[in-house]
């Protein structure tokens, strides 16, 4: 089987140094407080394009398949089903990675955690090795593939505590679609283009994002890395006191910051889930059920009175974010 051979197209420096001066003190500020940052010209030009040659010849070669997604219905189902147009590789499957030499080289080094790992000193300690992180390759083949809104950690047994997206589209413009849009719980959302050698980290935990449409080629890289922090048994159930309904500015301070603000998102995102659906598998296999699973979810927070009216108010505060 063959091994990607080609001449790299413009020099470059694999320099792994890059990953500790790029993320700086301020960004890793900015990522801890925030639980999410953006970085431009992360690796150098010239590395980021080596990245998208050997993934074009993946793609090529035949070597990447149609993304696979499972979920769970409420009903108690597993599901299985392909979003259309995006196709991937997991850099765990040797038999692809080890005929990709600047692939193999950044799946297994450590730079970019032991940096990382700097934000959170504690609470969040960062796994280390190559079972402590998920690299995937994806191509979007546009044609409107796209990703609903999700969490990258939806919850227990799931270890992800950050997501870094670098993406590797030199040629890029607007109306090009790809974007992904993250939407920071009752905060307003953001739109971010796939650009070369843009790196998005955000917390896969608390980070709620969708993928709009996209309507050329897209390629890019994620890492996810994980930890043995993220959902905690004490943030396994929702308790809302009466307390913290006084303070209600505190109470969605706290929602901002927990993974907790999961189990309501459905309902306060209740729209924008059903479109982000619709926009991403309307017409394909998987699409009613989805849309099934997700009406019966909202469903089950409103049989609850008490919290439908908690999501009602959160409802109106993110809607007035949105406005901001």
Known sequence: MANFDEVYREPFERCLTRFRDQLTPTR????????????????????ALALLQEMRWLHGQGLMRPNETQFSHPNGQRLQFSKP???????????????????NALFHQEALVEALAAAFPEGLRLARGTQGRTLKLQRNAGSGGCFPLHYDNPGPPNKRALTCLLYLNPSWKEGDGGEVCLTPFLQKEEAIAPLLDRLVIF????????????NAERFMLTVWIDSPDVNPPEESTLRISRSQLDDWLGFCEFLRNSPVQRVLSR?????QYEQSLRDCMAGAEGYEEMLDA???????????????????????????????
């Not at 927070?301 to 109106?316: D, F, S, T, V």
């Open 294 to 324: 997700h009406r019966s979810l909202v469903s089950g927070l409103k049989k609850n009175r008490a919290l439908h009216g908690i999501i009602e108010r959160l409802r109106q505060t993110a809607a007035l974010a949105d406005l901001s």
């Open 28 to 47: 890793l500020r900015d990522l801890k407080r925030d639980g999410r940052v953006v970085i431009d010209n992360f690796l150098g030009r010239g590395w």
């Open 267 to 271: 309902g306060v995102y209740e729209e």
């Open 203 to 214: 917390r896969s935990d608390r980070v709620l994002h969708r993928v709009l449409p996209c």
């Open 85 to 103: 147009n995006i196709f991937e590789v997991d850099l765990h499957d040797d038999s692809i990675r080890n005929r990709l030499p600047e692939m």
